[in-house]
C-alpha cells in the first residue's frame, strides 16, 4: 500500500504562518514540500484558503498542472499566468481577483489557512485565470489523493 500524500513548509501543522507569507510581510508564496505522490500521479494541483472569512470560504492561491515529480514548490512563486520554475504549471485567480498567491490578512481574530495538495491522473485542460469551483470541478474523478496542512494567523 501506497504511503499517505504529505504536505509540509515554513511551519508546523496548526501552527501560525510567519509574517513573510502575509499581507503584513512579503505577502509571497511560503515554500512548500509534497512528499509520498502516488506513482500514477501525472500532475499535482495546490489551493489555499480561509475558511474563517466573514464572507465564507476565501481563496488565496490556485495553481495546477504541476509535474508530479516535482517535490519542492519554491517560496515566491511569481504571480504569472505559468510559472516556468514548475514546468508551466498554471495559476487560477484567488479571491482578489489577482492571479498567484495572495497572503493572509484576515480582518479580525485568528484564522485558518488550508494548504491542499491534490494528486491528480491526468494533465487539467483549464484555463489560466480559473477560479476554485471550475478548478474542483475539472479535477472531479481525477483527484487519486489528497492532502492538508492547517496554519493559523492574525494580525
Known sequence: MEKELLIKSAFEDGGFIPE???ADGRDISP?????????DAKT?????????????NF??????????DIS??????????KVKELNGATQGKNDFNELGYRGPAPPS??????????????QLELKTGADKETLLKTMEGH????AVLKAKYTR
Open 44 to 56: 499535482l494541483a495546490v489551493i489555499v484558503d480561509d475558511p474563517d472569512a466573514p464572507n465564507g
Open 109 to 122: 481574530g485568528v484564522h485558518t489557512y488550508r494548504f491542499y495538495v491534490y494528486a491528480l491522473d491526468d
Open 59 to 68: 481563496t488565496h492561491w490556485l495553481i495546477w498542472n504541476i509535474p508530479a
Open 20 to 22: 513573510e507569507y502575509t
Open 31 to 39: 515554500p512548500l514540500i509534497i512528499e509520498n505522490v502516488p506513482s
Open 72 to 81: 519542492e514548490i519554491s517560496k515566491n512563486i511569481e504571480r504569472k499566468e
Open 143 to 146: 483527484v487519486l489523493q489528497k
